[in-house]
């Protein structure tokens, strides 16, 4: 009887294992294709039935960087033979590189990358910073009417961003801050703020008070205690909630469409808006958007260990 | 940083010992956070709910005329705002079950030892990391009704899902389970690796079949857990903006967001969207209150 079972739940478990296996596949599906469509040649992205197998290319990625027009008339051979060879793949599209003088003109993606990358890295820096200051205050000290100033706290990132977006955005205007890095980079600061203290006062509370009390018995005043005893100590912590505010800030969107347009674009709004009218060419945005991925990709394996509690705001660890 | 702990070093000798006070430390920590968000959310809150009671236009030259509750008023008795929401309660139905039950199914298909869990999970979660405008932009190109693999892949011919008015917002709920069921699934593994062994055991002991199990040990304890992810994932899909604005034009899928950012930002009613933006907050206040709530509740155990 008991073997009977056992073989039964063994049955189960390898049923279980082949079920893990086909959604796992299902969910990596969809990255898979937009990632492969990224080196597809532009004639094979939108064939009937999908084309799966092909010769990898990058010519999306040259196209992606630069700016480039459709010929209107056949591309001279002796101008083919002259030019470089990725500027030959260009042309073997039916399209040719814009160039201003003699040099070849950059598309608009290399700036709003550096733009997202700018403006995630400064708001998570400073917000981080601040919110481990806070979190240690709440951790440590006695604050009166504590649990309403946290609630008040967590509140703020719950808000919808349109709602708040509304009156930011006449105010930016009034002040001269629409489209500039530093008026994204507040709003970025203010929507990860709260995020950033609730998740590292979860950090700080586990470090044991004993710790800096006994700096402060050896002479240490409270401030080299936290900055010399605790900030160590909360070091991965520290790590893993900047890894959070930089996803969300290089995710945001509903901010960056409407306080920006160009100069301080971001790359979520700018990489749709490629799509525009007409014939899309699929494996340039699809180069985009796989370029813009790879960094919450590698920076999710980096944080797995700590996604739980980055997701439920510190409540639930381990 | 290295300047301020060698002027720490130079206050470290016994005499000086005390520098800030605790009391001093707790407010320079606190403080500026408070002020910081107090200035750039409580502050434009307050600016837009001044704004609520007038017909201001941020497009118009015009100066706001005061017009009392006349924006609640419209905008409450106004069948077209009342659709949205409905779609809005749609989507969240949609997509909110949709997540919970595929999030929990791979939770409960997770929940075993199997060689390389800790890649396959992890690989599992990497949708709801993604930017949700970037998503929906590639779910387009899945969905598209000639070429689209969803289609291929269904055998569905050129069934266009999001030019189609019925489909549309099933087809944004489809990519938004896809990218949230991951986030339900890593709080149900959470859940279920905390159910205590024996409690299984015991009721192999008594002979309690899979179902009875599942129903009387498993769900029980599970359940606050999930209750979170459901609290926190409604909340979210009450808020949906990004992916339903990127992927659909259709006015079927105009949740209330798009019809704010339409409001305010297209037709520049700011006055009118500024009263709706409130309705809006409200709502949302009250989700955040409940789930604040269930969060500390569940911190306690």
Known sequence: ?318 | MTSLATKMDSLARPAQRSGLSDLGIRNLFIIPTVLFLIVFNIFPLIYSLGYSFTDFSASANAPANFVGLRNYRELLSDEKIWANFAITAKYVIISVSGQMIVGFGLALLLNRTFPMKGLVTTLLLLPMMMSAAVVGLFWKLLYDPSWGIINYALGLGDFAWLSNPDAALFAIAITDIWMWAPFVMLLSLAGLSAVPKYLYEAAAIDRAGAWYTFRRITLPLVAPILLIALIFRTMEAFKTFDIAYIMSTQPTTEVIAIRLYKQAFQQWDTGKSCALAYIVLIMVLAITNIYVKYLNKVKER
């Not at chain 1, 969910?27 to 992205?45: D, E, H, Q, V």
């Not at chain 1, 370029?291 to 660890?317: D, E, K, M, N």
Request: aromatic share 12%; with cysteine; proline share 6%.
């Open chain 1, 1 to 318: 009887m008991a073997a009977v079972k056992s073989s039964g739940r063994a049955a189960v478990n390898r049923l279980a294992v082949v079920g893990v296996i086909i959604a796992t596949l299902i969910f990596l599906a969809p990255i898979y294709w937009i990632a492969s469509t990224a080196f597809k040649p532009r004639a094979l992205a939108t064939t009937v039935p999908p084309t799966v197998l092909f010769q990898p290319e990058i010519t999306s990625f040259i196209k992606l960087f630069v700016k480039r027009v459709q010929m209107n008339k056949p591309v001279d051979p002796e101008a083919y033979a002259a030019a470089p060879w990725w500027e030959q793949r260009i042309m073997d599209n039916g399209e040719r590189v814009l160039r201003a003088g003699n040099s070849v003109q950059v598309s608009g993606y290399p700036s709003r990358f550096m733009n997202s990358l700018i403006i995630a890295i400064t708001s998570t820096v400073l917000a981080v910073g601040m919110g481990t200051f806070t979190a240690y205050g709440f951790s440590r000290f006695r604050v009166k009417g504590e649990a309403d100033l946290l609630f008040f706290i967590l509140s703020t990132r719950m808000l919808p961003p349109i709602v708040v977006a509304i009156p930011m955005f006449l105010m930016y205007r009034a002040v001269g801050l629409t489209d500039t890095h530093i008026g994204l980079i507040i709003l970025y600061i203010a929507f990860n703020l709260s995020f950033s203290v609730w998740l590292m006062k979860g950090f700080m509370d586990e470090i044991p008070k004993e710790y800096e009390e006994a700096a402060l018995v050896d002479g240490y005043t409270r401030m080299q205690a936290f900055f010399k005893i605790v900030l160590p100590e909360a070091a991965t912590g520290i790590a893993a909630t900047a890894v959070f505010c930089f996803i969300t800030a290089w995710n945001e969107y509903a901010f960056a469409l409407i306080m920006t347009n160009r100069r301080a674009q971001t790359a979520p709004p700018f990489i749709p808006s490629q799509l525009g009218s007409g014939l899309p060419d699929w494996t340039v945005i699809a180069a985009g958007t796989t370029l813009f991925l790879l960094p919450v990709a590698i920076f999710t394996f980096a944080l797995r260990g700590h996604l739980l509690r980055g997701v439920t705001f510190g409540a639930i660890r381990k």
